[in-house]
Antibody, heavy 119, light 108 residues
Framework: QVQLVQSGAEVKKPGASVKVSCKAS????????MHWVRQAPGQGLEWIGI????????DYLEKFRGRVTITRDTSTSTVYMELYSLTSEDTAVYYC????????????WGQGTLVTVSS | EIVMTQSPATLSASPGERATLSCRTS??????LAWYQQKPGQAPRLLIY???TRATGIPARFSGSGSGAEFTLTISSLQSEDFAVYYC??????????FGQGTRLEIK
């Protein structure tokens, strides 16, 4: 069965960076896109960006451009999202989510990773 | 960017009742719309894609309708496990992950 297993919770200080991983299993990893979405406490869902199946193309929400990098490692079926220059506004649960194409629904989601930014 | 508006923000209903949730987009998205269910402490789960196609394993009491800029998610007979937050998402225009603000379905 399809599984997306994310890395554990992180606590970071303002100005630091965080790298969250998402390990995929149960499907042919190189055939699917992967999105990252975040959810601040008590808030809705905010899209961050996407990486294509081959890993050579990414697309980010404008507010995150220059502050986020999404990469993937086909040898380990893992996707990474690194966010830099953290502020308290980045405190949220971060999700990876699988997609069939750049513009499609998100059919499977990781369990989420809580990132807390606090001095 | 497309603006997604879900209504109502909160819907109170009783088990066995029918629930109707609305999602409007600021411009046409054709039928490129999905619905997700999220329970506390859990990741969202895909319910409906293509505006009206149920995802694998989703019970038949969930149905989606609409096209263009107006969409509806209907739960025909509410079960206790259906009380959650529901989000719509459009994937017709950039950015591909544009979500509504959510509708909280609570037990009356």
């Amino acid at each position: 069965q399809v599984q997306l297993v994310q890395s554990g919770a992180e606590v970071k200080k303002p100005g630091a960076s965080v790298k969250v991983s998402c390990k995929a299993s149960g499907y042919t990893f190189p055939l699917y896109y992967m999105h990252w979405v975040r959810q601040a406490p008590g808030q809705g869902l905010e899209w961050i960006g996407i990486i294509n199946p081959s890993g050579d193309s990414t697309d980010y929400l404008e507010k995150f451009r220059g502050r986020v990098t999404i990469t993937r490692d086909t040898s380990t079926s893992t996707v990474y999202m690194e966010l830099y220059s953290l502020t308290s506004e980045d405190t949220a649960v971060y999700y990876c989510a699988r997609a069939r194409s750049h513009y499609s629904d998100f059919d499977f989601w990781g369990q989420g990773t809580l990132v807390t930014v606090s001095s | 960017e497309i603006v997604m508006t879900q209504s109502p923000a909160t819907l109170s209903a009783s088990p066995g009742e029918r629930a109707t949730l609305s999602c409007r987009t600021s411009q046409s998205v054709s039928n490129n719309l999905a619905w997700y269910q999220q329970k506390p402490g859990q990741a969202p789960r895909l319910l409906i894609y293509g505006a009206s196609t149920r995802a694998t394993g989703i019970p038949a009491r969930f149905s989606g309708s609409g096209s263009g800029a107006e969409f509806t998610l209907t739960i025909s007979s509410l079960q206790s496990e259906d009380f959650a937050v529901y989000y719509c998402q459009q994937y017709n225009n950039w950015p591909p992950g544009t979500f509504g603000q959510g509708t909280r379905l609570e037990i009356k």
